[in-house]
């Protein structure tokens, strides 16, 4: 009898790759040198000591921060996906935008939880943000999901969205806007998000920097006050992240509602 494969599975890809593959080398050099100092190669007094202390704690830290961040992005990014679209009541019928929608993480979240609605993902396919970052990618991901049909992916700019004042009912980003490193041009982002949004409608932003940023540029665009403060995520691993990162990276999400 013919195996039966398994069906195939999503693949949102591994987040800041390049950040990734730095730590796991950092992690290699500090397991190079735990086996040289255990192996008596060099000693107390010895020059590479002033070295190889500090890549040992420092290669161990990075080793497991790598692993982590791994394992967030195979597996744990979904179920934290489903935590922050239960944040947004949904009737089904919503227009839906996702702004950097890389390998379609939000877009099909959203999109599973539509049934007349649409939701539509916009994205300039960076690599060094998402490996595998192509739009290729994202469409795969959307057939193994089922949610074709409710779905559509566009090669666009968030500073520029090509979409008319109003059009959607959802907003959502994820740990995307951080990657415009220009502050005014991140505002424009935002602005636009708030531009393409009707009255009433939701954001969702989902990022590991400029959160407040984010709030106070939506509170200026005529978001509700109380609603899009900046919340920062609390767990080992973001902990971990912040203190490695020397307090640069500190995920969160800022939600809120339009009211003009």
């Not at 806007?177 to 949004?197: C, D, K, M």
């Not at 009255?199 to 989902?206: K, P, S």
């Not at 080992?236 to 003009?260: E, Y």
């Amino acid at each position: 009898m013919l195996a039966m494969s398994e069906p195939a599975r999503a693949d949102y890809g591994v987040d800041a790759p390049i950040a990734v593959r730095n730590m796991l080398i950092v992690c290699a050099l500090g397991i190079i040198s735990l086996i040289t100092r255990v192996a008596g190669l060099w000693g107390k007094e010895s020059p590479f000591a002033m070295l190889g202390r500090p890549l040992i704690s420092s290669g161990l830290a990075c080793g497991a921060m790598a692993g982590w961040m791994i394992w967030s992005s195979k597996f744990g990014k979904v179920r934290e996906r489903e935590a922050y679209l239960d944040l947004l009541e949904w009737r089904g019928d919503e227009r839906v935008l996702d702004v950097g929608c890389g390998r379609g993480l939000f877009m099909i979240g959203a999109a599973k939880r539509l049934t007349t609605g649409r939701a539509v993902g916009i994205d300039i396919w960076q690599a060094e943000d998402l490996s595998g970052n192509k739009p290729e990618s994202t469409l795969d991901n959307v057939m193994i999901e089922g949610v074709a049909d409710r779905v559509e992916v566009q090669t666009a700019d968030a500073r520029k969205l090509p979409f008319d004042d109003a059009s959607f009912d959802v907003v959502l980003s994820s740990a995307a806007l951080h990657n415009i490193y220009n502050a005014s041009e991140r505002q424009t982002a935002v602005r636009e998000i708030a531009r393409v949004l009707k009255v009433g409608g939701r954001v969702l932003i989902v990022d590991v920097r400029h959160l407040s940023q984010y709030a106070l540029t939506l509170r200026d665009a005529g978001f509700n006050g109380e609603e899009d403060a900046a919340r920062t995520v609390q767990n080992i691993g973001w902990s971990l992240l912040k203190i490695l990162t020397f307090g640069l990276v500190q995920i969160g999400h800022v939600i809120g509602s339009k009211a003009r």
